[in-house]
């Protein structure tokens, strides 16, 4: 019964790895990923990113982000990714800030072979744009971000462009409560040794769930996110989609 209930429980998030696949392959341009069945993996997980935001004198201001992650929950569950990520902003007007941070990646788990570990890391300085517009019932958050990473064992400095769109739209009947859409695609800008990232598509990350408002400090997302993954292993050709519960908790000093 354990083994038939698992089986189910692979077959649908197959079909929904296959809708999203084949949506994302029109969109891409036809690529299809029939072509290299063998080589498309899925992953239930779970992220659980924890944000705070500190005004400070001046205009200045102070983040700090921890982002645990967890893979494999459909079998064992064990933490994949650790994110520290602290930054300083200046609030240029009342929508638009701009940052400069770092952020300090341990990787667990990975599938490598000796000499190398199970466990490596990546340090990243990173420059952002936050745009933020509040409309009668109706917010959306604009960030744009550019990343130079040192990861281990890979030489050189690999550098990421990713940008995000937010909306968020209050229930009329339960203003604390909202829904909730994302998206984020991240694109390498270098191919960066024989180890490291190549230049091209790297991910996009689509999120969907609700917004709950407890106060003016506090208030956390649930939803389902996709990840969808370029390998460089299979050049043009996205052949990773992690399914995502996440639990995202924002808070506002």
């Known amino acids: 019964m354990q083994r038939k209930g698992r089986n189910q429980h692979r077959r649908k998030w197959g079909l929904m790895g296959a809708i999203v696949?084949?949506?994302?392959?029109?969109?891409?341009?036809?690529?299809?990923?029939?072509?290299?069945?063998?080589?498309?993996?899925q992953d239930f997980r779970l992220w659980s990113p924890v944000f705070m935001t500190m005004k400070l004198p001046s205009s200045f201001l102070a983040y700090m982000e921890v982002q645990p992650r967890f893979a494999d929950l459909d079998e064992d569950g064990h933490i994949d990714q650790l994110l520290l990520r602290p930054a300083i902003g200046y609030q240029l007007t009342e929508n638009l800030s701009i940052w400069q941070g770092y952020a300090w990646v341990g990787n667990y788990n990975q599938r490598h072979t000796p000499p190398q570990s199970p466990f490596f890391d990546e340090s990243r300085i990173y420059q952002q744009v936050l745009y933020t517009r509040k409309f009668e019932s109706f917010k959306i958050v604009s960030r744009t971000r550019l990343e130079e990473r040192w990861i281990e064992h890979v030489d050189g400095t690999a550098v990421r462009f990713r940008t995000m769109l937010r909306g968020q739209y209050p229930l009329p009947m339960a203003p604390e409560w909202a829904l909730v859409a994302a998206d984020e695609i991240f694109i390498h800008l270098n191919t960066v040794g024989s180890r490291?990232?190549?230049?091209g598509f790297d991910q996009n990350r689509f999120?969907?769930?609700?917004?709950?408002t407890f106060s003016k400090y506090f208030n956390m997302d649930v939803g389902y996110q996709n990840q969808l993954l370029n390998s460089r292993s299979i050049p043009n050709l996205a052949n990773q989609m992690n399914h995502m519960i996440l639990f995202q908790f924002f808070i506002n000093i």
């Open 196 to 199: 490291g990232p190549e230049a």
């Open 21 to 41: 696949a084949l949506a994302w392959s029109l969109l891409a341009g036809g690529e299809s990923f029939a072509q290299a069945p063998s080589t498309f993996s």
């Open 207 to 212: 999120f969907i769930g609700v917004n709950r």
